[in-house]
């Protein structure tokens, strides 16, 4: 950029992120001519480019670390979801179970009352109770162990929001 000074005298202004607030000015003196500042002035110009350097480095390791820090907490939280994820598999079977066995018990009376009954319907409702009986061995999870295993999904983000501690 050119400008008019009054003197007529060359004048170089250094405009920058690391230069002062009104540039770094370098002028013909009457002891000195900007030619004879051109060391000096490629000096500070080197300065400021490895500052430059130095800043961008620094802003990469910031970035670095808080990339670290977000794959750290992810994996923890991956790990949270899945623990919470196979424990909450686990109460599904306990439930279940206890459930079917609840069902078992009725089943086991049932049967007790119907071997003393002589009505005509004896043998539908005997049907009716081995139904039942073969339904509850389909749906108990100790007579399939592989559902004992939980199958866990890939959690999305909005599945590891509750496990990520803020």
């Known amino acids: 950029q050119t400008s008019f000074i009054s003197t007529g005298r060359l004048e170089l202004v250094v405009r920058g992120r690391f230069a002062g607030y009104t540039g770094d000015v370098y002028r013909d003196t009457t002891r000195t001519t900007v030619e004879e500042k051109l060391p000096r002035i490629f000096q500070s110009l080197e300065v400021y480019r490895l500052e430059a350097g130095a800043r961008a480095e620094k802003q990469r390791l910031r970035e670095e670390a808080r990339r670290r820090r977000e794959e750290a907490a992810l994996a923890e939280a991956r790990e949270r979801y899945d623990e919470h994820a196979r424990w909450e598999h686990f ?5 279940e179970w206890q459930r079917i066995n609840s ?10 009352a ?9 043998e539908a409702i ?11 061995d389909e ?10 295993a ?3 999904p890939e959690p999305t983000n909005a599945d590891l929001k509750p ?3 803020g």
């Open 150 to 152: 939980p199958v866990v």
């Open 139 to 148: 749906l108990d999870p100790l007579r399939r162990p592989q559902l004992l």
């Open 126 to 136: 005997v049907a009716q109770l081995d139904v039942a009986q073969r339904t509850l």
């Open 91 to 95: 109460k599904k079977n306990s439930q």
């Open 103 to 112: 069902h078992r018990e009725f089943l086991v009376a049932a049967r007790v």
């Open 163 to 165: 496990f990520l501690g």
């Open 114 to 122: 119907v071997a003393d009954y002589e009505g005509g319907d004896k």
